[in-house]
Each structure stands twice: as structure tokens, then as C-alpha cells.
């Protein structure tokens, strides 16, 4: 099994900045795709960031310029650096991970940590 531990979420101020950290640990053998998701009330969840094994990154337009996804590859940890948040950004975020656990890739989900931004 996979475990995800997710990080960081808060309550934070229109303009202000959190990271999130999501540490993978478990029967993992190699992992492909990092990333995260968010759900805001009513909505559906959606795509914030991802990296893949090789650094790319791949953002939502409403993120870009704003957030930044990295990752360790030593650690299986991967990261959001949130700036300039606003309170459309308020959500549940997920971490996501595509990983090989034997005999195939799988996908993995956070339990998901609440930002909230508001003044």
C-alpha cells in the first residue's frame, strides 16, 4: 500500500502565501506523476499542478504566475508554493500520485488539507 501525507493548509489573508508538502511512503517502486488537485464548495475537483519525473510542470491558467509545484525525488515528496493567494483559491487541496506498485501504475489521492483565504 501507499501512503500520502499532505501538509501545510491554513487560514491565510488575500495576498498572502502557504506550501503544502505531500510525503509518499509505502510498497512504492518508482513514481511517475506528482501533483495537485483542489474542490471548492459546490464545485468539482480540478487539476492545480503536476511535475512529472523530469521536472516538468504543467499549471491551471487560473494558477500560473502564482504557484509553484516542485518535488524531491529523494524524499517522494512533492510541494506548492502559493503566492498572491486569493479568496477564489479557498478549497480542499488534494495531493496526487501515479506511482508503480507491482504489478501495475496506480493512483493515489491525499486525505486533503483545507486553505482558506480570507481577511
Known amino acids: 500500500q501507499v501512503q500520502l501525507v499532505e501538509s501545510g493548509g491554513g487560514l491565510v489573508q488575500p495576498g498572502g502565501s502557504l506550501r503544502l508538502s505531500c510525503a509518499a511512503s509505502g510498497s512504492i517502486f518508482s513514481i511517475n506523476l506528482m501533483g495537485w488537485y483542489r474542490q471548492a464548495p459546490g464545485k468539482q475537483r480540478e487539476l492545480v499542478a503536476t511535475v512529472s519525473s523530469g521536472g516538468n510542470t504543467n499549471y491551471a491558467d487560473s494558477v500560473k504566475g502564482r504557484f509553484t509545484a516542485s518535488r524531491d525525488n529523494a524524499k517522494n515528496t512533492v510541494y506548492l508554493q502559493m503566492n498572491s493567494l486569493e479568496p477564489g483559491d479557498t478549497a480542499v487541496y488534494y495531493c496526487?500520485?501515479?506511482?508503480?506498485?507491482?504489478?501495475?501504475?496506480?493512483?493515489?489521492w491525499g486525505q486533503g488539507t483545507q486553505v482558506t483565504v480570507s481577511s
Open positions: 496526487y500520485v501515479r506511482c508503480y506498485v507491482f504489478p501495475t501504475w496506480r493512483d493515489y
